[in-house]
Nanobody
């Protein structure tokens, strides 16, 4: 499956963005999906994940209460609503599909990765 993240951009602190992830090819309807991000000079880190049926979303502590992950009605789609953005949210954001059905927080659980979309938050 080919995943593509989109929706990034340059915003100011306190603004909102909605990232989208669209997949083509093999369906991942029965797979958990997630968002990760990587800031310059840092390792890729977990942001949010959601199970195959849209339940049990999980969030990194740093984004809890500000970000919301959801799956779209169309197969292979996922979103990340990001509110009250902070400069420390600046990173390239990647969407991924897991090997299993659960909402996993570890990169090793994910088999398919999309190209990232860059988010820059100015203070």
């Amino acid at each position: 499956v080919q995943l593509q993240a989109s929706g990034g951009g340059l915003v100011q602190a306190g603004d909102s963005l909605r990232l989208s992830c669209a997949g083509s090819g093999r369906t991942v309807t029965n797979n958990g999906m997630g968002w990760f991000r990587q800031a310059p000079g840092k390792v890729r880190e977990f942001v949010a994940s959601i199970s195959w049926n849209g339940g049990t979303p999980r969030y990194a502590e740093s984004v809890e209460g500000r970000f919301t992950i959801s799956r779209g009605y169309a197969a292979n789609t996922m979103y990340l609503q990001m509110n009250n953005l902070k400069p420390e949210d600046t990173a390239v954001y990647y969407c991924a599909a897991a090997r299993g059905a659960a909402a996993s927080t570890t990169t090793s659980s994910y088999h398919y990765w999309g190209q990232g979309t860059e988010v820059t938050v100015s203070s």
